[in-house]
Nanobody
Framework: QVQLAESGGGLVQAGGSLRLSCAGS????????MGWFRQAPGNKREFVAV????????AYADSVKGQFTISRDNARITAYLQMNGLKPEDTAVYYC????????????????WGQGTQVAVSS
């Protein structure tokens, strides 16, 4: 089992940047692929990005390609989501999660979730 905790959310103006962190503990870090998801009020939780255990594979939702960058530091057991050019529609609670599936974008394949961090983008 791996325990996850997100941080780095906050309030930012449109066009600004944030870097989210997902700190893990409790298990071998490169055993799991790490994914980021988000959930806006009234919406379903949606896939944002995923990175494979050793960082060689990355995948993004079409809505964030070229805008967000996922990375990880296995020595620190931490995954990151660098978000640039933020838009009001990026406002959501952002969650990280772990999966043993490779570069998976299916939410049902993730069994370990953090508590989320709020990102709010003002226009």
């Amino acid at each position: 089992q791996v325990q996850l905790a997100e941080s780095g959310g906050g309030l930012v103006q449109a066009g600004g940047s944030l870097r989210l962190s997902c700190a893990g503990s409790g298990s071998t870090s490169d055993k799991y692929d790490m994914g980021w998801f988000r959930q806006a009020p009234g919406n379903k939780r949606e896939f944002v990005a995923v990175i494979s255990g050793r960082g060689g594979l990355k995948a993004y939702a079409d809505s964030v390609k070229g805008q967000f960058t996922i990375s990880r530091d296995n020595a620190r057991i931490t995954a990151y989501l660098q978000m640039n050019g933020l838009k009001p529609e990026d406002t959501a609670v952002y969650y990280c999660a772990a999966t043993t599936m490779t570069a998976c974008d299916e939410i049902t394949r993730y069994s370990n979730w953090g508590q989320g961090t709020q990102v709010a983008v003002s226009s």
